[in-house]
């Protein structure tokens, strides 16, 4: 089996298919254009999200046996039309779930404490205590939205503290120790801290607008280590300047490349966004929270054995 790699992963992903018999092609400066003219020479492609995998790729791929994507979600991969053409699909959410939940979490007491704000504050040299009392997380109760590895994780790491945990999912029976399901209305009424670990769908996207901002009845604190998409920057500034919004600790943003890799190619930065930046009360990272050392090990070897499991060993 020749497999394709478009994207450079850890190099364990490579030596454990190597160790298995595949044969390893590295394509990571090849052009999509050149990637798709060859593509009947592939039985396998991994990616990360270099480029979008559609109906014409996949049509142009008639050998193809599987498409793995070394991330957590597969919004770069046309699935109806995958799945129709009998292809396998891989994705790796286990393999950076931990490093999710652990980002969520210091996002979370870094909102709570105003670090950021103090920790700029006092190297320009100002001691200012008073406006840099925290407030604490035990006694609160926290939602969190999406309850898949991402939200399993967080709730994991929330053991430790004196919380409440409610957690809402389209999918019935998803709530365990760490958490108790309930419906997005009851979420919505309790929830003090809300933290998004959805996947970017037609359903989730541009879902955290005005209107879902309004129904809750608390001011919350909002973390998304999830997808950017999924928020209205506009809406989401207007929160957090009207105080329904008490703070908001971001991974992604709306406007980031669909590749992850970057936020602009130009200087035009949208007033919304520019805004956003300058708020206090806003704590921002570039698409990091399961980009660990450890999760980059995990992510090549857990999608290793899916195809390995999947298709056997071809030695």
Not at 4 to 32: C, F, R, T, V
Not at 239 to 264: C, M, N, P, Q
Request: proline share 3%.
């Amino acid at each position: 089996m020749i497999i394709l790699h478009a994207d450079s992963n850890n190099p364990l992903l490579i030596k454990e298919l190597q160790k298995a018999g595949y044969h390893n092609i590295e394509g990571y400066n090849i052009s999509q254009e050149e990637i798709i003219s060859n593509q009947h020479l592939y039985d396998g492609i991994v990616i990360r999200s270099r480029f979008k995998i559609d109906k014409d790729f996949i049509d142009a791929a008639p050998n193809l046996k599987f498409i793995a994507r070394v991330g957590a979600g597969l919004e770069s991969i046309d699935v109806d039309y995958a799945k129709q053409a009998g292809i396998e699909l891989f994705a790796a959410p286990e393999g950076n779930s931990n490093a999710v939940g652990e980002h969520t979490l210091g996002m979370l007491l870094a909102l709570l404490n105003k670090l950021n704000k103090a920790n700029r504050e006092v190297h320009r040299g100002y001691w200012n205590r008073e406006e840099n009392r925290g407030t604490e997380l035990d006694g609160k109760t926290v939602g969190i939205i999406g309850y898949g590895n991402m939200g399993k994780a967080f709730s994991k790491k929330l053991r430790g503290f004196d919380v409440k945990v409610l957690c809402y999912d389209i999918l019935k029976g998803v709530g365990d120790k760490n958490a108790t399901q309930v419906s997005l209305e009851e979420l919505q009424e309790k929830a003090e801290v809300v933290s998004l670990h959805t996947p970017w769908t037609p359903v989730t996207n541009k879902m955290v607008n005005t209107n879902f901002i309004n129904k809750f009845k608390n001011p919350f604190w909002f973390i998304n280590t999830a997808r950017g998409k999924s928020v209205v920057t506009a809406d989401l500034v207007v929160g957090l300047i009207e105080g329904r919004i008490l703070g908001a600790g971001l991974d992604v943003l709306e406007y980031e490349k669909d590749s992850f890799e970057h936020l602009f190619l130009d200087r035009d930065i949208p007033p919304d966004l520019k805004e956003l930046m300058f708020l206090d009360n806003v704590i921002l990272s570039p698409h990091v929270a399961g980009w660990t050392e450890e999760s980059h090990k995990k992510l090549a070897v857990t999608i290793a054995y899916k195809i390995i499991d999947k298709f056997g060993e071809a030695v």
